[in-house]
């Protein structure tokens, strides 16, 4: 059985977050396995969370797509990346750096009953990693790929119908900057995309001359996340 930190069951820091749909996991012994997804923009991150799915039976949890939902509630479609992570920022700075961890967690909770594996996608900040970590069997999967490979990968993968003219190399360039911009920042609501890298437990790096393909990207995250698997399925 695995050792699960009994402060997330009573006393202050489950206090903090509780609400009454936390209230069927109270006394649990038995907790979901979870493997989040962090990494610099346009990685494949989204291409590996849903083989999760489809491969594993893993439910689906994109953080971006929760951002993406309160940006069009407030009047805001097919938003600049940018208007995702004022979102963020403002968010984190009303309810705390955790929020999206908090989000996710619900889901998952609400969920439980169904699955006992969970992928989230698209971790940006590492109060959300320390909150699941504490809380849950967490895995933190940090995805590299080269510079060229991401850009390739964005034009492929991620065709933006609406703006044929968009310049994905130079959006990829510019979101790099702005993700390095807090990497020092351990606290702050900004995202600190490379403190997240400083908690991963297993990094997937693709070089340029790899190419973005089965034999490169799936073969290799399907071998890494297969020795979890066993360990923390007969845990739980």
């Known amino acids: 059985m695995a050792n699960h930190p009994k402060d997330f069951w009573i006393g202050p820091s489950f206090s903090d977050i509780h609400n009454d749909w936390e209230i069927p996991f109270l006394g649990m012994e038995k907790l979901p396995f979870i493997i989040g997804l962090s990494g610099p923009t346009k990685s494949g991150k989204s291409i590996m969370a849903k083989q999760l799915a489809t491969r594993y039976?893993?439910?689906?949890?994109?953080?971006?797509?929760?951002l993406d939902d309160i940006a069009k509630s407030r009047g805001i479609v097919g938003g600049h990346w940018r208007d995702l992570g004022n979102i963020a920022i403002k968010l984190r700075e009303e309810q705390g750096d955790n929020l999206l961890a908090k989000i996710a967690l619900k889901k998952i909770i609400t969920k439980y009953r169904s699955s006992n594996k969970f992928v989230i996608d698209s971790i940006f900040h590492p109060a959300e990693v320390r909150f699941l970590r504490k809380r849950m069997n967490f895995l933190l999967i940090w995805v590299q790929v080269d510079f060229e490979l991401r850009v390739t990968v964005a034009k492929n993968w991620y065709r933006d119908?609406?703006?044929?003219?968009?310049?994905?190399?130079?959006?990829?360039s510019e979101r790099d900057k702005y993700e390095q911009l807090y990497e020092n920042n351990n606290k702050g609501p900004d995202a600190n995309l490379y403190q997240c890298l400083k908690l991963k437990n297993e990094i997937l790096y693709i070089k340029d001359n790899e190419g973005f393909n089965a034999a490169t990207v799936f073969y290799r995250f399907d071998n890494l996340i297969k020795k979890y698997l066993p360990r923390y399925l007969t845990e739980m």
Not at 57 to 66: D, N
């Open 57 to 66: 039976g893993f439910q689906y949890i994109s953080l971006t797509e929760y």
């Open 161 to 172: 119908e609406e703006n044929p003219d968009r310049n994905i190399r130079e959006e990829v």
